[in-house]
């Protein structure tokens, strides 16, 4: 009786382990479909949202570029003397010193290399050729500039030449907030998509449940390019007359996709 009553013990055990397992198994899948997007019927829509925007800045760039002799300090002294000129004009425009910043400087050796003929020594080798000689270095320091003033744009690059640099280039102009218009336009994509979800559940015969997931991509506020090179000449040159400069709009475009749970 004794024994009988183990095995029935056992049994009992065993069962109640395996409601156990198997309720624990059942919560575990359940609680996973409950987190797991697609595990529900879905749908996805996307919407575009676009804003038109005036830039309010204008970036360029402007370098000094100095060839000299081997006196590396003698030319590192006269570059730095008119780019700190140009940047002393740029200054007295109305740009802040927060706008304007050096964006490389460059120091490189000019070589002379000579040309030989075929000459041969009487064991029959040819003549070596000398090897290239350094005769002097280039130094090129670029600094770039941001104006906020549209109206002081032409001054600017017209007079920063004969104040010293003597390479202008890479005008652009740009949206300096461009996060607020992306989330400007971002809230257009988006009102876009939920129209057309709901257009979409109305026609098919569902409803729109809740969000699954919100992916984002498009095309950002980009440069708007007005010129390149616009002045160049190793030994700088007088100041130019003032071009036009007109920034014109910008567009920036954001696209969304939504996915939603069908209901």
């Known amino acids: 009786m004794k024994e009988t009553t183990k095995n029935y013990l056992g049994v009992a055990i065993i069962v109640s382990i395996l409601i156990v397992a198997f309720s624990s198994w059942s919560f575990v899948r359940s609680y996973s479909r409950s987190i797991e997007p697609s595990s529900f019927r879905s749908f996805s829509v996307s919407g575009v949202g676009e804003i038109v925007a005036v830039p309010d800045v204008a970036e360029f760039s402007f370098s000094v570029i100095t060839q000299g002799s081997t006196d590396i300090a003698s030319s590192q002294e006269t570059n730095t003397e008119k ?70 744009v032409g001054d600017i690059l017209g007079g920063v030449i004969g104040a010293g640099a003597n390479s202008v280039s890479q005008l652009t102009f740009t949206i300096d907030d461009d996060e607020k218009v992306l989330s400007e336009a971002r809230e257009e994509a988006i009102n876009r998509a939920k129209e057309k979800a709901e257009s979409i559940a109305e026609a098919a015969g569902f409803s729109v449940g809740r969000l699954l997931s919100i992916s984002e991509s498009g095309v950002y506020p980009r440069p708007m390019y007005y010129a390149k090179d616009m002045v160049y000449g190793l030994g700088g040159g007088e100041a130019q007359s003032a071009p036009s400069i007109e920034p014109g709009s910008q567009e920036v475009t954001v696209d969304v996709t939504l996915t939603y749970e069908i209901r």
Do not use: H, M, W
């Open 83 to 152: 780019t700190n000129a140009a940047i002393d004009f740029v200054k007295s425009k109305g740009v802040d010193a927060k706008d304007i910043k050096t964006a490389s400087y460059n120091l490189e050796p000019r070589y002379q290399y000579y040309s030989c003929s075929s000459v041969y020594l009487e064991d029959g080798s040819a003549r070596p050729c000398p090897p290239p000689e350094i005769v002097g270095y280039t130094i090129t320091q670029t600094v770039l500039v941001k104006v906020r003033d549209f109206s002081k």
